[in-house]
């Protein structure tokens, strides 16, 4: 493990250094340039959109509406990262890596707004809703089938076994340490929970998980929101010293200060996705008049995920000073930051939580990697293959170290990036188009937009659902 551990820090040291960093950064600038700070502008749009019931569709399919686009993407993106993410961050790269989550949030909107609005223009027809998502606008957008293949086979690997390694990790991880379970029973029974629930079962108790988890977001947020208030005095205290240590001479000084921004830009992303290739999938599936509607949805989600809820566990660990000097790591230190602050009844409900965060996230994980490898093969016997193994990696991740399930994920998870990125870089002048016909209409008085295929002549016949 030790070996696999050392190359996986070396494959993360090369991918996020040389690579990812500046292209997620600059892709961001270059998308929130290019459509005039459309995050920031068309916020009061973004929030009047989410009563968009868009029930345009034909009776009798299933399609779904904005709000419902939001809620199941954001469903997706509130959880471990939120929780264990942001405390992971802090424990390696200190309380700067909160700013740098904060930038990758404020600028990466933009990048989640143009590849929502792309998944939308080229979304398909499935059997009784739309689907779609990066390998179809990789096929359709670009013609490179190998390229949509690709990355449907890195989005099954990072949300298949990747990202449910570190779910069922953290979820062992804090049960252990809130119930003191044995981690190895713990591991099993999740991962034969998880089998049960991918071989059937999955259409109720996804809909319990649709209720109960954002009920439980909502408790954690107010929970959160409560302890910044009760801890206000020492607020400013907390600002300085997370832009102190994203930009002060100590840093600079001991070479730390890239760790900083890695982390906080990585962990950032795991949580918000924006630019990943994720989203989309969900995006995709919304019955819209215009697609821009949900790209300006996607680009709201992100600032809910990471200004809102990751702030709030960001400001809970450093209100307590738990484990800043690196003794705690993971779902453990978010644990003891909200024991310090509330009692036990602190470790007991981020166990709680981040249960019913975790399982319902490795099912969600699950249906990313199974709607890409339906976009490769319909073969019963590949997709009994990819379920067995999804089964198989939920009880690693259980059995695995904190460090190992990380660095999986960050390696996976870069390469889906990277993908994604070039074919939004290549593909981002569509979704310029489209924004631009979506202000004319609203300058012209028209407060519901529509698009229809032949309406903007560059982008004839890109869509076949226009």
Same mark, same amino acid.
């Given at each position: 493990m030790e070996i696999i551990q050392q190359w996986l820090n070396?494959?993360?040291?090369?991918?996020?250094?040389?690579?990812?960093?500046?292209?997620?950064?600059?892709?961001?600038?270059w998308f929130t340039i290019k459509t005039r700070f459309v995050q920031f502008r068309m916020l009061g749009e973004m929030v009047r959109l989410l009563g968009d019931s868009g029930n345009t569709h034909t009776k009798g399919e299933k399609h779904i509406s904005s709000f419902q686009a939001f809620a199941v993407s954001l469903a997706s993106r509130v959880g471990t990262g939120n929780l264990a993410g942001v405390a992971t961050a802090i424990a390696i790269g200190g309380p700067g890596a909160v700013f740098w989550m904060w930038v990758i949030a404020l600028f990466g909107a933009s990048s989640a707004f143009i590849e929502s609005t792309l998944a939308q223009?080229?979304?398909?027809?499935?059997?009784?809703?739309?689907?779609?998502?990066?390998?179809?606008?990789?096929?359709?957008?670009?013609?490179?089938?190998?390229?949509?293949?690709?990355?449907?086979?890195?989005?099954?690997?990072?949300?298949?076994?990747?990202?449910?390694?570190?779910?069922?990790?953290?979820?062992?991880?804090?049960?252990?340490?809130?119930?003191?379970?044995?981690?190895?029973?713990?591991?099993?029974?999740?991962?034969?929970?998880?089998?049960?629930?991918?071989?059937?079962?999955?259409?109720?108790?996804?809909?319990?998980?649709?209720?109960?988890?954002?009920?439980?977001?909502?408790?954690y947020l107010v929970l959160a929101l409560g302890i910044?208030?009760?801890n206000l005095k020492e607020l400013p205290e907390v600002f300085r010293l997370i832009f102190a240590n994203a930009f002060g001479w100590e840093q600079f000084a001991g070479g730390s200060i890239g760790a900083t921004l890695m982390q906080g830009i990585r962990r950032g992303l795991f949580s918000n996705e924006a630019g990943m290739g994720s989203a989309p999938n969900v995006a995709a599936t919304a019955d819209v008049s215009h697609p821009v509607k949900q790209g300006l949805i996607q680009a709201l989600g992100v600032f809910t995920d990471t200004l809102v809820i990751c702030?709030?566990?960001?400001? +809970? =660990? $450093?209100?307590?000073?738990?484990?800043?000097?690196?003794?705690?790591?993971?779902? /453990?230190?978010? &644990?003891?930051?909200? *024991?310090?602050?509330?009692g036990n009844f602190g470790n007991i409900f981020i166990a709680i939580a981040i249960f019913l965060f975790a399982f319902s996230s490795i099912i969600g994980n699950y249906y990313y990697g199974e709607a890409n490898i339906r976009f490769i093969t319909?073969?019963?016997?590949?997709?009994?293959?990819?379920?067995?193994?999804?089964?198989?990696?939920?009880?690693?991740?259980?059995?695995?170290?904190?460090?190992?399930?990380?660095?999986?994920?960050?390696?996976?998870?870069?390469?889906?990036?990277?993908?994604?990125?070039?074919? +939004? =870089? $290549?593909?981002?002048?569509?979704?310029?188009?489209?924004?631009?016909?979506?202000? /004319?209409?609203? &300058?012209?008085?028209? *407060?519901?937009?529509?698009?229809r295929n032949g309406t903007i002549p560059d982008l004839k016949d890109k869509g076949e659902c226009w």
């Amino acid at each position: 493990m030790e070996i696999i551990q050392q190359w996986l820090n070396a494959a993360n040291d090369f991918l996020w250094t040389y690579i990812l960093i500046g292209l997620l950064l600059g892709c961001a600038i270059w998308f929130t340039i290019k459509t005039r700070f459309v995050q920031f502008r068309m916020l009061g749009e973004m929030v009047r959109l989410l009563g968009d019931s868009g029930n345009t569709h034909t009776k009798g399919e299933k399609h779904i509406s904005s709000f419902q686009a939001f809620a199941v993407s954001l469903a997706s993106r509130v959880g471990t990262g939120n929780l264990a993410g942001v405390a992971t961050a802090i424990a390696i790269g200190g309380p700067g890596a909160v700013f740098w989550m904060w930038v990758i949030a404020l600028f990466g909107a933009s990048s989640a707004f143009i590849e929502s609005t792309l998944a939308q223009l080229y979304k398909v027809k499935g059997k009784d809703s739309f689907i779609g998502g990066p390998a179809y606008y990789m096929q359709k957008g670009l013609g490179l089938s190998w390229m949509g293949i690709l990355f449907a086979v890195l989005i099954a690997i990072t949300f298949g076994f990747a990202f449910n390694s570190v779910q069922s990790n953290t979820l062992c991880a804090a049960w252990e340490q809130a119930f003191g379970i044995d981690i190895a029973w713990l591991g099993g029974f999740i991962t034969m929970m998880t089998l049960g629930v991918i071989f059937g079962g999955i259409q109720r108790i996804a809909k319990v998980s649709s209720i109960v988890v954002p009920v439980m977001a909502l408790c954690y947020l107010v929970l959160a929101l409560g302890i910044v208030l009760f801890n206000l005095k020492e607020l400013p205290e907390v600002f300085r010293l997370i832009f102190a240590n994203a930009f002060g001479w100590e840093q600079f000084a001991g070479g730390s200060i890239g760790a900083t921004l890695m982390q906080g830009i990585r962990r950032g992303l795991f949580s918000n996705e924006a630019g990943m290739g994720s989203a989309p999938n969900v995006a995709a599936t919304a019955d819209v008049s215009h697609p821009v509607k949900q790209g300006l949805i996607q680009a709201l989600g992100v600032f809910t995920d990471t200004l809102v809820i990751c702030t709030c566990t960001a400001f +809970i =660990i $450093l209100f307590s000073h738990a484990g800043i000097d690196g003794s705690l790591n993971g779902i /453990q230190l978010t &644990q003891q930051a909200l *024991t310090n602050e509330i009692g036990n009844f602190g470790n007991i409900f981020i166990a709680i939580a981040i249960f019913l965060f975790a399982f319902s996230s490795i099912i969600g994980n699950y249906y990313y990697g199974e709607a890409n490898i339906r976009f490769i093969t319909n073969r019963r016997s590949v997709l009994l293959v990819y379920r067995l193994l999804v089964g198989g990696m939920v009880l690693f991740g259980a059995l695995t170290s904190l460090d190992l399930a990380w660095s999986l994920a960050d390696v996976f998870m870069g390469l889906m990036t990277f993908c994604n990125l070039v074919a +939004i =870089i $290549l593909l981002g002048r569509q979704a310029f188009l489209l924004l631009k016909d979506y202000r /004319q209409q609203k &300058q012209a008085g028209i *407060t519901d937009p529509v698009y229809r295929n032949g309406t903007i002549p560059d982008l004839k016949d890109k869509g076949e659902c226009w």
